[in-house]
């Protein structure tokens, strides 16, 4: 698969030990980057907004809790960024501290909503006693659990957060299910890469009117292709009152692909607004014949219409 050559600063949801430079450590062009540590994921998105990096590095999906929201509705309503790539990783949580401290000692955990909605359960059953607070990031509890002056005080980080601020792995992988995985994204300002082959197209449709069949009329578009969508979600649209709605959908393939180009063609024919994403390289394998065959199928049909319109009197 080719990959578009990245070069120059990356912005990243930090500080160092966070999820999200794992994800782009596990990425070699990525990882050769000056990489800039930003506080928050506005703050990241902003930073390539502004051109104070060239590329933003931050989470938008989690495996158990579902869309990162902020992440999703900043490059819906507040950016012009294009996705570049998705990258995913599994995540393990922990909960760490000083070593020798105990779980039934914590009095005090440190960590981000999304990480302690993950782990609701471990939290309920094993550490009942902690006062659960909020941090700007898995990695920046660690650093507050390692600079706290007691030894009750912990955090739910990765392992790689324990290991940067000297803390010991009181407990592992603390998730309340298996296979916790979270999708990564690189944006950028500019440029769509090339298509690979394994590549998803991302784009927002803001409904004309809020009507019967409106929602399956956009559906139809794709489903006519063959067009497979891996992802679908409504967000409120901050514009309006409530059932004023724009939808969010990821689709398999590329806007250089016929068929894809055709589906946006007609989206923004009907539906009037509609907001590119990103054409992007997608993470892992997954097939792609059905979408081939309705792309020979699509071909074969626009030759057969070329055809007819050749024989038009002039």
Partial sequence: MSVTTIRGRIAYFGPSGTFTEQALLSQADLAALERVPYATVPDVLDAVERRETDYGFVPIENSIEGTVNFTQDALVF????????EVV????????????????????????????????????????NADVRTANSTADAARLAAESSESTVAALAPRSAAEHYGLAVLAENVADHQGNQT???????DSVPAKTGHDKTGLVVFQRADEP??????????????????????????????????????????????????ALRELHAKQGSVKFLGSYPAAGEHAHSAREHADAR????????????????R
Wanted: glycine share 8%; net charge negative.
């Fill in 89 to 128: 990783l599994d995540i393990e949580h922990c909960v760490v501290g000083r070593p020798g401290t105990t779980l039934d000692a914590i009095a005090v955990l440190h960590s981000i909503p999304v990480a302690t909605a993950q782990c609701h359960t471990f939290i309920r059953t094993n550490l009942h």
């Fill in 298 to 313: 699509w071909r074969e049909a626009d030759d057969w219409v070329g055809e007819l319109r050749s024989r038009i009197a």
């Fill in 183 to 189: 999708r990564f994204v690189l944006v950028g300002k």
């Fill in 213 to 262: 069949g409106s929602l399956i009329s956009i559906l139809q578009e794709f489903a006519a292709r063959r067009i497979n969508l891996s992802n679908l979600l409504s967000r409120p649209t901050k514009r309006g009152g409530l059932g004023d709605y724009c939808f969010i959908m990821y689709a398999d393939g590329h806007i250089e692909d016929e068929l894809v180009a055709d």
């Fill in 78 to 85: 507040d950016h012009d960024l294009l996705i570049q790539r």
